[in-house]
């Protein structure tokens, strides 16, 4: 048996071929699982002269106003449980120039993961994206035809009430004073 040339080349392909196949394999990422497609998106807005912020929701394609900012959202994924977080929104923000002009301001995806990057940065409004959801408080608009929202009650029943707007006002308990004899 002797060394050939021949032999060292097709053994040095073959083994090459198999690390070439064996490195695509590991290189391939798993595949991600389709995104949970929400009907609802939350958002938080800023007002920098009163410095108020705002968490509203927003239907798809239902279009909500924020000072002079129209707000937009046309989709808002999420991702199941058994994958890393990671909320997006497709939405459109047009702003209402002083001579009642609308002009589209931003046009694109933001990502809740990192609001500081993915804000609509405003002269004088700030919104970003909080959370993708099924669940709202807030009725659908008219003539929704998206998908099933489950509708909860605002009320936070651990939160107590309020007694301002319930209208019970608690009552002092007199004091007692105890008297030795």
Not at 83 to 104: C, H, M, N, P
Not at 140 to 157: H, I, N, Q, R, W
Request: glycine share 8%.
């Amino acid at each position: 048996m002797g060394f050939t040339m021949r032999k060292y080349l097709g053994r040095a392909a073959s083994c090459a071929l198999a690390a070439l196949i064996g490195g695509v394999a590991f290189a391939l990422p798993a595949q991600a699982q389709t995104p949970i497609k929400n009907p609802v998106a939350v958002f938080k807005g800023l007002d920098k002269i009163t410095g108020r912020i705002t968490t509203f929701d927003v239907y798809i394609d239902e279009t909500v106003q924020f000072g002079a900012l129209q707000v937009t959202p046309r989709v808002c994924n999420s991702r199941p449980r058994t994958e890393a977080s990671q909320t997006t929104a497709f939405i459109e923000v047009d702003e209402l120039t002083l001579d009642s002009k609308v002009r589209r301001i931003f046009s694109g995806w933001m990502f809740a993961s990192n609001p500081g990057v993915h804000a609509v940065e405003h002269s004088v409004y700030d919104i970003w994206l909080i959370n993708c959801k099924k669940t709202t408080s807030v009725p659908p608009p008219e003539g929704y035809a998206g998908p099933a929202v489950d509708l909860v009650s605002e009320e936070d029943d651990l939160a107590g009430k309020d007694f301002v707007s319930s209208g019970e006002i608690p009552v002092p308990r007199p004091k007692v004073v105890a008297t030795l004899r």
